[in-house]
């Protein structure tokens, strides 16, 4: 697969997608789109175009897997429908692109597949204990691609992904990804911020550069069925990004937080990335410093 020059990007339309494309061009592959959007844009095929899609099945792809419908605050009334779409989705483009010669990457999220552990959580010393139905349906869709490849000779690796952040993020309706929207509350002026848990919640947040060259990284050095942890080496608090986010505004532009209980969300999550590192050769190098100074002026730009 290392000589391999083509990417489906199944999902490719949101955060993380748009960002993995722009990426993947950059390392000279020719990237095709499967999106949920009918616009006529060269090399993006709509999601319902059977045609299309089984005609690039014939060839040997990178297979890059980014659907994502549920989030991780989640009721139990919106995971029913969540849990039925996502495996369903997955089922069906499994079934579509069903090339033994190309090789599937599906982003997980290792914020939530390993629920509440207080030590550093590695791909298969830690046990998989989800607190939130976002974290169990990325735990059966992981399970999922493991079946098929037993049993169908899918080729597959898996990147657990830590929490990204950075430009293309911001998502008024979502609301998803605490800097981005801590930093647009900023320049906003919506004084009101709400911070779960007391603030003392614990992540390996990544800037999406870094995570995009995590996930290339591991298609093209990632073994067969094996899992890597894609994040950064360091881990903040929600208390503690705020402290820094305060460096980059005025003093008069303040913050009213207001603290707010969520017992879906795990409280530490501290990822070994020691796989990663050196297995596939990566090492996220954007500190959060300059992440968060790249954030604000993608965000001045396009607020």
């Known amino acids: 697969m290392k000589n391999n020059k083509q990417a489906i990007l199944i999902g490719g339309d949101g955060f993380i997608g748009s960002n993995l494309n722009i990426y993947l061009k950059k390392s000279f592959l020719n990237t095709f789109v499967v999106s949920s959007q009918k616009k006529k844009e060269k090399n993006k095929i709509y999601y319902k175009n059977i045609t299309e899609l ?63 552990n207080k030590k550093k959580n590695k791909e298969y010393k830690t046990d998989l204990n989800p607190i939130s139905h976002y974290g169990l349906i990325k735990l059966i869709s992981e399970k999922t691609l493991y079946l098929f490849n037993q049993k169908y000779k899918i080729n597959y690796s898996i990147a657990r992904l830590s929490n990204p952040y950075g430009p293309g993020q911001l998502n008024k309706k979502k609301k998803h990804g605490f800097i981005v929207n801590l930093l647009n509350s900023y320049l906003s002026k919506n004084f009101n911020f709400f911070v779960y848990n007391n603030g003392e919640v614990m992540r390996n947040y990544i800037y999406i550069d870094d995570a995009c060259e995590g996930i290339y990284k591991v298609a093209i050095n990632g073994k067969r069925a094996e899992i890597y942890n894609i994040g950064h080496s360091k881990s903040y608090s929600l208390n503690e990004i705020i402290k820094i986010s305060k460096k980059f505004f005025k003093k008069n532009n303040k ?28 090492r996220a190098t954007t500190s959060i410093y300059t992440g968060i100074k790249k954030t604000i002026s993608w965000l001045k730009l396009n607020n």
């Open 255 to 282: 913050l009213i937080f207001k603290k707010k209980d969520n017992k879906h969300e795990v409280q530490i999550n501290i990822l070994d990335t020691s796989k990663a590192n050196k297995e596939l050769g990566f």
């Open 54 to 116: 089984k005609k690039l099945n014939k060839k040997k792809f990178y297979i890059f897997y980014l659907v994502g419908k549920s989030l991780p605050n989640s009721g139990f009334k919106q995971f029913q429908n969540q849990l039925v779409y996502e495996i369903k989705t997955l089922l069906f483009y499994l079934k579509i692109f069903d090339n033994k010669n190309s090789k599937w990457v599906f982003i997980s999220s290792a914020g939530t597949v390993y629920g509440e």
